[in-house]
Structures are given as C-alpha cells and as structure tokens.
C-alpha cells in the first residue's frame, strides 16, 4: 500500500472518530441547543479560525475559483450547510441507535453513485469489504441480540437522518466528480471558501429558529459543545475527508463510516464509563477486517 494511501486512511480513522464525537455531541446536547442554532455557531467559529489562514491563498487562486464557479456553491450547500442542519435536526427526535442504522446507507449509496456518475464501479473485494463491514454494524446494532434487532423502530427523525446521509454521499461523490475543479484550489483554502459560502446558507434557518422562540444558554458546557463541533467536527474532520476523497476515492472512504458506532462505543466506555462487551469487540473486529479487506490495493484491480 503506498504512503498516500496509507496516509489517507488514517486520515478516514481520525475524521470518524472526530465525527463520531459530534455525534455524542448532537445527542447530548439535542435539549439544550437548537439544531440551526448549533450548526450555525459551529460553523461561525470554524470560518472564524480558518479565516485569517485562507485569504491570501485563495486571492491568489482566484482564476481557478472563478472556473470552480457555481460548483463551490452546490458543494457548500451539501456538505457545510445541508448535512449537519439535516443531522443535528434529526437528533432531536430520534434514538442513537436509528442514526447509526440509518448512516449504513451511506456507503452502498456511494458504491453505486460512484458507478452511475463517476463510471467507478468499486472492485469486488471493496464490495466484500462493505458486506464484511455491514455484519459487523449488525453485531454492535443488535448486542449480540437477534430480538434486539427485530424491536427496533423507525420515526420522523429517521426519515430526516436518511435525507443527511444521502446529502452527504453526493457532496462525497460530486468532490470527486468535480476534482478537476477543486484540485487547483490548496486544501485549507477551499474548506475555507466552502464555509464562507455555506454559512449564510444556514443563516435564514437559524433566524427563523429564533422567530419560533428556540434559544439557548450561553453555558461552559453549551460553548465547549460549539468549540468541539467547529474545531474537530469541522475543521479537522473535513480537511481529512476531502483528502481522502481526492486519494482512495468515494466508494472507498465510504467503508469508513462503520467505524463510527465502533468508536462512538469506545468514547462512551473512555468518557461515560459504560462498559464494553463481547459483542463490541466483534463487532469492531468485522469492521475493521471489512475496512482493511475493502480499501487494500491490489495490483490494477483495486
């Protein structure tokens, strides 16, 4: 496997784990901070802090983000104002075990949106991997339990969790797609060009939140909720997405999304003190085989 590639999934490991803690965060604070409301501030601060560091990069690549024109536009809707308003929205009303079921959709989404608008049928080994990825999701999803499984149910929140995740694989698949527009554009530059056209997006949401009387308390806990979703949900999960969309592709990056309830298990154990079981540790075992065996390179057949 070469260094890019490696470099790449490590990239994947630490923007799940980033968003893996957002999503305790959305759940956790579903109550105290309005969904609008989070993902407003959250991506403020975020612009805020990337600011300073992009100007002058992206005045000087000003021809390649006029070619990148309208297409700047449709990617901030997607993936900075349109998942995470989405995400945060269905946290208020669903359970934390229908959002990880629900975002099982993603990589079948992308493995079949790669071949329909991208012409990339993913191998068959990354379809093996994803099969192998999906056993393991079950295992954690259901305890172990087939019972478990059979009892759970699904709620408007989900249906609002299923419109982010195809929001997401688009924005996923269009990064690709329009890689020969994005490219020219440094990293940091375009996540900061990306903020800066997607927050006023979410604008007229948040005030209209705020006409219906939604508030929330300017608390230690509210604030340091906004600092982790706009620092590592935003800042250094996406730079580490988009690279690994630009590197290994959708489908591939894709896979990494089982991993999510692999360590949202872990950060409950780490910071909640809930226990891990047998069937985490299996569970975690077939996704992370299904992850290795999906993204591996071999030869001109991956």
């Known amino acids: 496997m070469r260094d890019s590639a490696r470099g790449a999934i490590a990239g994947l490991l630490l923007a799940t784990l980033c968003w893996s803690g957002n999503a305790l965060v959305a759940r956790a604070f579903a109550g105290e901070i309005p969904p609008f409301a989070l993902a407003f501030w959250r991506w403020s601060l975020a612009l805020a802090l990337l600011l300073p560091f992009v100007v002058k990069p992206l005045w000087r690549h000003r021809q390649q983000v006029r070619a990148a024109g309208w297409r700047l536009l449709v990617l901030a809707g997607m993936g900075i104002a349109g998942y995470n308003s989405l995400l945060y929205s269905a946290a208020q009303s669903t359970a934390a075990i229908n959002i990880t079921l629900v975002n099982t959709c993603l990589p079948l989404m992308i493995f079949i949106g790669a071949g329909l608008l991208l012409g990339e049928w993913p191998p068959r080994r990354a379809w093996w991997g994803m099969g192998l990825a999906a056993i393991g999701l079950l295992v954690l999803i259901s305890q172990g339990s087939w019972a478990s499984l059979n009892a759970l149910a699904f709620n408007r929140g989900d249906l609002i ?141 991956a």
């Not at 988009?242 to 591939?252: C, D, P, S």
């Not at 950060?267 to 299996?282: A, I, M, P, V």
Request: aromatic residues 12%; glycine residues 8%; without cysteine.
């Open 161 to 301: 969790m299923l419109l982010a995740v195809a929001d997401w694989a688009l924005y996923s698949l269009l990064l690709r797609r329009w890689a020969q527009y994005l490219l020219p554009i440094p990293a940091l530059a375009l996540l900061g060009l990306l903020m800066l056209l997607g927050v006023p997006l979410i604008l007229p949401f948040y005030l209209y939140e705020l006409a219906q009387g939604a508030h929330f308390d300017l608390s230690p806990n509210n604030l340091a909720a906004i600092g982790y979703a706009a620092v590592f949900a935003s800042l250094v999960a996406y730079l580490a997405w988009n690279h690994a969309i630009r590197v290994l592709g959708a489908a591939k990056a894709a896979l990494s999304n089982y991993l999510m309830p692999v360590f949202t298990a872990v950060l409950g154990w780490l910071l909640l003190g809930e226990g891990l079981q047998s069937y985490h540790w299996l569970g975690a075992l077939l996704i992370f085989a299904g992850l290795l065996l999906g993204t591996q390179r071999v030869g001109k057949a």
